[in-house]
């Protein structure tokens, strides 16, 4: 493998592009070194996705699981951290550019990460996204919780109101994807109607919202296997849940959605206004951009195909890891992503110092877990499969261990503490700006706004 051109009299420079695990992992293993990292994020934040469904069914707050990543990093002092959406990368010229409030900054780079991680899919129609939030950021969270919440809120009217089938349509909740997301979201609504919110209204049980969890696979948690399925989906359905399967969801308007029998082709609607999208995903369009540049393929998802040692052809020196890449049949999972940084950190190192690279990166699969309902989980870790509590202790653990900061994982145990022993939920708050600001958003730029002048209107 070559080593690397570093700029004349200069520190070797390394841009690493994402600040969720992926990013943040190859910034921090490159903590001691002596580069200059420029870290380049569209958020502010460091997201940790796994526990998004928490905000969004109001266990947690979104500080907890997303902190500043100019905090994160604060004391590394060869870090300068950017906001900025990357919009081009110049694999010939290695620049890097990226854009906030339409101005663009340009970064020079020796070495490149990129670690833009995946967008939720609608399988080609977006037009879902609007009556079905996905789960992928904080404003998704934040959404949801909006949606939920309003939803009991709205039921309470119509029952004053007498309107027994619009509360009805109000507490009927649908999930869309059964993989580990949508069994935990499934779970959470469940459990929000069920101990949560059951005392609080006077014209509606919150008990007898309906949760219905819909996937086109024939199982529950298919990457888990046939009876790590069966038990998610049995604790499921002893909470009243639900469950779906074998059918496609062929179209999704405001008041339900319409789902279609792989196999008999029945047709059947729910009636449902709140509606939460955890199926499919489309890696970062940063991922074509490169493989058209250096001539790596992509797959359906839009991921990049890395060489073994998680490079581009004939560029050693950018190094693509997470969510974005296919190597190996690789999971998009958050382990993949740290071990990929930490890998691809060792190579940088290496490199600056005109040592030979490492020919091949190895994954090493620590197990998977997902919880079901409080106390309830499914973990599969080596040849190992169970569930139930041991399971949800285990994912507690794990969990606790990945938040970064102290502060929150203190914070984060006391809300578990409020939720999992208690029946209350500490961030029940919502607001409208969390429900209608993403509309809102997308109508003003379908009216053609400008990212400028609305940045100009803000600071007016
Ligand atoms: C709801 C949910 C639950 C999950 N649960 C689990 C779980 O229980 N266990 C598990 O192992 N995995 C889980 N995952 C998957 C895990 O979170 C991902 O595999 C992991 O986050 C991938 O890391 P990454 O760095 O590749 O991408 P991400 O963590 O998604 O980070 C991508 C980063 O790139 C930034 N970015 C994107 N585009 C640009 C751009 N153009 N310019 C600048 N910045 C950009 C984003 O803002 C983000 O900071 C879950 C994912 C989701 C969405």
Known sequence: MSSAPTQAGGRHRVVV??????????????????????????????????????????????????????????????????????????????????????????????????????????FGNDHFSQFAPGMKS????????????????????????????????????????????????????????????????????PSTAHVTLVDGAKQVLPAFGDRLGEI?????????????????????????????????GYVRRVESVCKVWAAGVQASPLGKQLADQTGADTDRSGRIAVLPDLTLPGHPEIHVVGDMISLDKLPGVAQVAIQGARFSAKQILRRAAGQPTEERFHYFDKGSMATVSRFSAVASVGRLRFGGFVAWLLWLGVHIVY?????????????????????????????????????????????GQDPERLGDSRRA
């Not at 619009?166 to 009927?172: H, K, N, Q, V």
């Open 17 to 122: 592009v994402g600040t969720g695990f992926g990013g943040l992992f190859a910034t921090r293993a490159l903590r001691r070194a002596d580069v200059d990292i420029t870290l380049v994020g569209k958020t502010t934040a460091h997201l940790f996705q796994p526990l998004l469904y928490q905000v969004a069914t109001g266990i947690l707050s979104e500080g907890e699981i997303a902190p500043a990543v100019r905090e994160v990093v604060a004391k590394q002092r060869n870090v300068t951290t950017i906001l900025g959406d990357v919009t081009h990368i110049d694999v010939e010229a290695r620049t890097v550019s990226s854009e906030h409030l339409g101005r663009t900054l340009v970064t020079p780079y020796d070495d490149l990460v990129v670690a833009a991680g995946a967008g939720q899919s609608y």
């Open 138 to 205: 904080i404003d998704d969270a934040l959404e949801l919780r909006g949606r939920i919440l309003g939803c009991f809120e709205l039921a309470e009217l119509a029952m004053l109101r007498g309107d027994k089938h619009e509360a009805s349509r109000l507490l009927s909740f649908v999930v869309v994807g059964a993989g580990p997301t949508g069994v935990e979201m499934a779970g959470q609504i469940a459990e929000l109607s069920l101990r949560t919110l059951r005392r609080d209204f006077r014209h509606i049980d």
């Open 232 to 264: 998610a989906q049995r604790r499921l359905e002893k909470m009243g849940v639900e469950v779906i399967l074998g059918s496609m969801v062929t179209d999704v308007d405001a008041t339900g959605i319409e789902l279609k029998d792989v196999d008999s």
């Open 403 to 447: 938040i970064i900061g102290f502060k929150n994982r203190v914070t984060t145990l006391l809300h578990w503490a409020v939720s999992f022993v208690g029946r209350g939920r500490a961030e029940r708050t919502i607001t409208e700006q969390q429900v209608f600001g993403r509309q809102a958003i997308q109508q003003l730029e379908s009216m």
